[in-house]
């Protein structure tokens, strides 16, 4: 299964989403985590969902690699609307001790899961058109009034750009040890979710010691090529607004004033 995991990838391309300017899809994905939970009915929840369609559409990614990052949090999903499903207000239509479904619980499970799976889908969709490197400049752009207060914009960037090229590497890692754990004999499949756990710690061991081991060579080859932090260096590739980004910034702002009428107009609620 984690050889499976596609989030964190990036998938070079020349379509639409590829070439937006990484500020903008920041800034619009940013909105787009206030705007889908602020969806208080159908309506406006079928507005955000055709935004995130639309956005997945024009990527012109796969849309097996979308589904491969759903399958990380599926279970995540299933809790937590499980939770949503039997502890609703309202009257109930089936109650057995203290659990009970009502539709207002139905409603509520419909929503979370929703809006689960289409940030999911919204952040798989950033970072699978935008490259480690736009990210860092986008961030640090972004962040640069914080300097005023001597904030390590530069610094924090990278970190957060580093930690995000490096998911698909560990995960890759830990395939690889799980696979020579089991060619050991170890099993790692059968028995209840406690056997299971247990069955883990000698593939986390490993994983930190890689994760410590590639961290110091990341460091000692940042020090090689004489990398002092952000101050006096220079970029190869500038980024820039265009007339796309302007064009997006309009479509994020219809599908606001949609979610903001739907809000105010539509009478039901949960």
């Not at 949503?84 to 009502?102: C, E």
């Not at 979710?193 to 080859?221: C, E, G, H, N, Q």
Request: include cysteine; charged fraction near 15%.
């Amino acid at each position: 299964m984690v050889r499976d995991v596609a989030f964190g990838q990036y998938f070079p391309g020349k379509s639409l989403v590829h070439r937006l300017d990484p500020r903008a899809k920041i800034l619009m994905f940013i909105a787009y985590i206030v705007i889908i939970f602020c969806t208080f009915n159908y309506a406006a929840l079928a507005i955000t969902s055709a935004f995130t369609a639309l956005f997945l559409i024009l990527s012109e990614i796969s849309p097996k690699f979308y589904f491969k990052s759903l399958k990380v949090i599926i279970f995540i999903v299933l809790f937590t609307s499980l939770l949503n499903l039997f502890y609703g207000s309202g009257d109930p239509i089936w109650q057995w001790w203290v659990f009970k479904i009502t539709y207002n619980g139905i409603h509520r499970a419909v929503f979370v899961t929703v809006r689960i799976i289409s940030l999911i889908l919204a952040s798989s969709c950033l970072t699978f058109t935008t490259s480690p490197t736009e990210l860092t400049d986008a961030i640090e752009r972004l962040m640069r009034p914080l300097k005023l207060i001597r904030f390590p914009v530069h610094e924090v960037a990278m970190m957060m750009s580093l930690a995000l090229r490096f998911v698909p590497t560990l995960l890759e890692e830990t395939d690889k040890i799980m696979q020579a754990q089991k060619a050991r004999g170890a099993d790692m499949e059968s028995g209840n979710l406690f056997k299971r756990v247990k069955a883990l710690i000698p593939v986390l061991i490993p994983l930190f010691v890689s994760a410590f081991r590639r961290a110091y060579d990341v460091a000692t080859a940042m020090e090689c090529r004489c990398y002092r932090g952000g101050a006096g260096r220079t970029r190869m590739k500038q980024i820039h607004m265009t007339r796309r980004d302007v064009i997006s910034f309009i479509v994020l702002a219809l599908v606001i004033g949609g979610v903001i009428l739907c809000n105010i107009f539509v009478n039901w609620s949960i």
